[in-house]
C-alpha cells in the first residue's frame, strides 16, 4: 500500500512536484505560477512538509472565500484574513499579531504578493511587522513583477531581509538608471521615468534559490488560428481622433497617468468592438457547438456585444 506522501504526490502534476521538491528545502519561497496551475495546492502541500503550529494565510479579500474552501478541502487549518483587512482594520492586524506571538512555528503564506510591492503603503508595512512574527513564510503570485524591477524589493523583504542583503535604496541603486523627461512648457513637473536597469544577473542570482517560476502548461491539444479583420471608415475615423487626442494631451507629462490609460484603453475599446471581427468570429464558430465554446472579452461593452450575439 502506498504512503500518504507517495498517495499526495501522485496526484500532482509535474511543475508542482517540482515546486515543492525545491522550496521544501527552505523556510521561505516564492511561487510565481500563472492562474490554474495549482499555486495554492502547492503552498498547502508545503505547509504540511512542515512543523508549523499555526497558518496565516493572507489574500485579497475577494478570493477569501475561496481559499478557505481550498483549504478546507486538502484539509488544511488556517486562519483567513483579508489583504485589505489587515489594512483597514486596526483589530484584524492585532488579532494577526496575537495569533504569531502565541505560536512557535508559524507559517505565513502571502497569496498575491506583488500588493506589497509599495513600500510605503500601510499595508505593506503591517505585513513586514507579520513576517517578522513567523519562522516560515511562502509567497504567491502570477508574475514576480506587475511595473517594474522595484517590485521584487518588498516581496522579497517580506520574505527575508537576508536574501537580497541590502536596503531599497541601495537596491535602486544598483538595478535601476533613471532619467528625467521635461516639460518643454514648463508647466508640468519633470518627469522621472526608469530608462535602463542594471545587474539583473545578480540579482536572480540571489534570488533564485528561493523562487519557483512555471507557466500555464495544460496537457490538451490546442490549435492557434489567426483571423485578420478590418475596420470600417468609421471605425478608422473614430481611432484617428482617439488618437491625435492622445498625442495632444498634456497627460504624456503628468506623472499621474490616467487620462493616458484611459484614452489608450479608449483607443483599444475601439477596435475591439469592430463590426467586420465579430462577423470572422461567426463565421468561425458557424458550425461549432457554442455551449462547448470559452471567449474571452477584456471590455465589457465587447462581452455584452457577445452575450447578444451568443445567449447560450
Known sequence: MKSKKTQIMTSLFSDQKKAIEKLSKTKVGAIFMQPGTGKTRIAIELVKTTKSDLVLWICPFQVKSEAQKELAKWELDAFVVGIESIQQSDNEYYNCIDLLESSQNAFIVLDESIKIKNSQAKRTKRILVLSKLSQYRLILNGTPLSKNLMDLYTQF???????????????????????????????????????????????????????????????????????????????????????????????????DNNVFMELTQKMQQNYSLSKDKFRKLDLLLKDIDKSKVLIFAKYIKAQQELTARYPD
Do not use: R
Not at 166 to 182: H, L, P, R
Open 157 to 255: 523583504a517580506f520574505l527575508s531581509p537576508k536574501i537580497l542583503k541590502m536596503s531599497e535604496q541601495e537596491f535602486q541603486d544598483i538595478s535601476c538608471e533613471y532619467v528625467q523627461i521635461k516639460d518643454k512648457l514648463k508647466k508640468k513637473p519633470d518627469l522621472t521615468i526608469i530608462k535602463k536597469y542594471h545587474n539583473i544577473d545578480y540579482l536572480i542570482k540571489l534570488i533564485w534559490p528561493f523562487v519557483f517560476e512555471s507557466n500555464l502548461s495544460l496537457s490538451v491539444g490546442m490549435q492557434h488560428i489567426v483571423v485578420d479583420f478590418k475596420l470600417s471608415e468609421e471605425e478608422q475615423e473614430n481611432h484617428k481622433q482617439l488618437k491625435e487626442k492622445l498625442l495632444d494631451s498634456e497627460a504624456l507629462w503628468l506623472k
